[in-house]
C-alpha cells in the first residue's frame, strides 16, 4: 500500500525520474547478497524503505518470530547496501508502535525507550525501533543524511483486507461490507471498543515521505537532532474503535447490531501522535477522514474480488 502511494506520488509531481521497483519474486529482500547485488547493479541515489511485514493484533501475536525477523532482515540488508553503495538519500518508514504502550498523549518524538512496549505488538515495534536506530548511527558515524518518518495508523486503496492479518480499519471494513452484502444479523469488534487510534490516509503519507526525502539538509536538521532524528506524521485527531465501527457501519449501510468481543486485546490504550515537529517544517494531511474512509470503503467494494487485496501492494 505505502510503495504503491509513493510511487503514484512520484510518477505524477516528479515525472522525469526514473523509479527503480522489484516485486518480491524479482528481488528477496531477506537475501543480503541478492539485496546487495541489486545494489550494485542500478545506480540509485535515493532509497524510499517500506518495505515490510505488516498486520494487525492476531498476525502480530501468532508469528512474533517472523515480524521481528523479517522486518529487522530487510531493513539491515537495505540499509547496509545503501551505505555501501554510497546512495546520499534514504527515508525510513517506521510506525507509531515504536512508543511505549502507556504513553503521554499526544505521543511526542522523544518519548521513544521511555518505557515499556504494547506486548502484542513487541516484536514490530522492536525491528522498526532498530531501523530508526540504524538510520541515526549511520547519520553519527558516516556523516550521512538518512532520515525516518513515523506515520500513524495508515489506510487507503491498496490495503491488506484478510481478516487474519490486517489492521483494525481495513479488518472493519471487510466485515461490514461483507454483512451487508450476505445480510448478517451481527458484526463482531474485537476488544472493548475504548482503545482509540489515529488514522492517516496512504496517499497523504506519500506526499510526507517525497516532502521530508527532498528537503534542504540545513532546514531539516536545524529542528533535528542526529540523536532523535525521526518525525512523526498523523493527523492530531483520533476516534475510538467503537466510534470508527459505527461510522463504518453508518457508511456501508448495515443495518444489524456491533458485537464487542471483549475477550480479545485492545493493544494500546490510545495511541495519537504530536505532530508539532512536521508542522513546523511545513508539513500537515491535506485528506479529511469522513472523505478518505469512504472512498476506502468504496475502493474495497470494487475490488473486493481481486488479487490487490492479498496483500500485493
Given at each position: 500500500?505505502v510503495?504503491?502511494?509513493?510511487?503514484?506520488?512520484?510518477?505524477?509531481?516528479?515525472?522525469?525520474?526514473?523509479?527503480i521497483?522489484?516485486?518480491?519474486?524479482?528481488?528477496?529482500?531477506?537475501?543480503?547478497?541478492k539485496?546487495?547485488?541489486?545494489?550494485?547493479?542500478n545506480?540509485?541515489?535515493e532509497?524510499?524503505?517500506?518495505?515490510?511485514?505488516?498486520?494487525?493484533?492476531?498476525?502480530?501475536?501468532?508469528?512474533?518470530?517472523?515480524?521481528?525477523?523479517e522486518?529487522?532482515?530487510?531493513?539491515?540488508?537495505?540499509?547496509n547496501?545503501?551505505?555501501?553503495k554510497?546512495?546520499?538519500?534514504?527515508?525510513?518508514?517506521g510506525s507509531?508502535?515504536?512508543?511505549?504502550?502507556?504513553?503521554?498523549q499526544?505521543?511526542?518524538?522523544?518519548?521513544?525507550?521511555?518505557?515499556?512496549?504494547?506486548?502484542?505488538?513487541?516484536?514490530?515495534a522492536?525491528?522498526?525501533?532498530?531501523g530508526i536506530?540504524l538510520?541515526?548511527?549511520?547519520?553519527?558515524q558516516?556523516?550521512?543524511?538518512?532520515?525516518?518518518?513515523m506515520?500513524?495508523?495508515?489506510y487507503?486503496?491498496?490495503?491488506?483486507f484478510?481478516?487474519?492479518?490486517?489492521?483494525v480499519l481495513?479488518?472493519l471494513?471487510?466485515?461490514?461490507?461483507?454483512?451487508?452484502?450476505n445480510?448478517?444479523?451481527?458484526?463482531?469488534?474485537?476488544?472493548?471498543?475504548t482503545?482509540?487510534?489515529?488514522?492517516?490516509?496512504?496517499?497523504d503519507?506519500a506526499k510526507?515521505?517525497?516532502?521530508?526525502?527532498?528537503?534542504?539538509q540545513?532546514?531539516?536538521?536545524?529542528?533535528?537532532?542526529?540523536?532523535i532524528?525521526h518525525?512523526?506524521?498523523?493527523?492530531?485527531?483520533?476516534?475510538?474503535i467503537?466510534e470508527?465501527?459505527?461510522?463504518?457501519?453508518?457508511?456501508t449501510?448495515?443495518?444489524?447490531?456491533?458485537?464487542?468481543?471483549?475477550?480479545?486485546?485492545?493493544g494500546?490504550?490510545?495511541?495519537?501522535l504530536?505532530?508539532?515537529?512536521?508542522a513546523?517544517?511545513?508539513?500537515?494531511?491535506?485528506?479529511?477522514?469522513?472523505?478518505?474512509?469512504?472512498?476506502?470503503?468504496?475502493?474495497y467494494?470494487?475490488n473486493k474480488?481481486?488479487?490487490s487485496?492479498?496483500?500485493?501492494?
Amino acid at each position: 500500500m505505502v510503495g504503491s502511494a509513493i510511487f503514484r506520488d512520484i510518477k505524477k509531481n516528479q515525472p522525469d525520474d526514473n523509479i527503480i521497483v522489484q516485486s518480491r519474486s524479482e528481488l528477496d529482500l531477506l537475501d543480503q547478497s541478492k539485496t546487495l547485488d541489486f545494489f550494485d547493479k542500478n545506480k540509485i541515489d535515493e532509497v524510499y524503505l517500506c518495505a515490510a511485514k505488516v498486520g494487525g493484533i492476531k498476525a502480530n501475536s501468532s508469528y512474533p518470530y517472523e515480524f521481528l525477523y523479517e522486518n529487522m532482515q530487510m531493513e539491515l540488508n537495505l540499509i547496509n547496501s545503501a551505505i555501501r553503495k554510497n546512495v546520499p538519500k534514504l527515508l525510513f518508514l517506521g510506525s507509531s508502535c515504536i512508543y511505549p504502550k502507556h504513553s503521554k498523549q499526544p505521543i511526542k518524538e522523544e518519548y521513544l525507550l521511555s518505557g515499556r512496549l504494547e506486548e502484542t505488538n513487541e516484536p514490530y515495534a522492536l525491528a522498526k525501533i532498530s531501523g530508526i536506530k540504524l538510520c541515526e548511527s549511520a547519520n553519527i558515524q558516516f556523516g550521512l543524511d538518512y532520515r525516518s518518518l513515523m506515520p500513524t495508523n495508515l489506510y487507503g486503496p491498496g490495503d491488506l483486507f484478510d481478516l487474519e492479518n490486517s489492521h483494525v480499519l481495513p479488518a472493519l471494513i471487510s466485515k461490514f461490507v461483507d454483512a451487508v452484502q450476505n445480510n448478517n444479523e451481527k458484526v463482531t469488534v474485537w476488544g472493548s471498543g475504548t482503545a482509540r487510534r489515529e488514522f492517516l490516509h496512504v496517499d497523504d503519507l506519500a506526499k510526507a515521505a517525497v516532502y521530508f526525502l527532498n528537503m534542504d539538509q540545513d532546514k531539516f536538521w536545524e529542528k533535528n537532532s542526529k540523536n532523535i532524528s525521526h518525525i512523526n506524521i498523523g493527523t492530531g485527531l483520533d476516534i475510538s474503535i467503537l466510534e470508527l465501527a459505527h461510522l463504518i457501519k453508518k457508511i456501508t449501510k448495515f443495518k444489524g447490531e456491533i458485537s464487542l468481543d471483549k475477550t480479545k486485546p485492545d493493544g494500546m490504550p490510545q495511541k495519537l501522535l504530536n505532530i508539532d515537529k512536521a508542522a513546523l517544517l511545513g508539513w500537515e494531511p491535506e485528506i479529511l477522514f469522513s472523505d478518505g474512509l469512504i472512498n476506502t470503503i468504496k475502493w474495497y467494494e470494487e475490488n473486493k474480488s481481486s488479487n490487490s487485496l492479498r496483500g500485493l501492494g
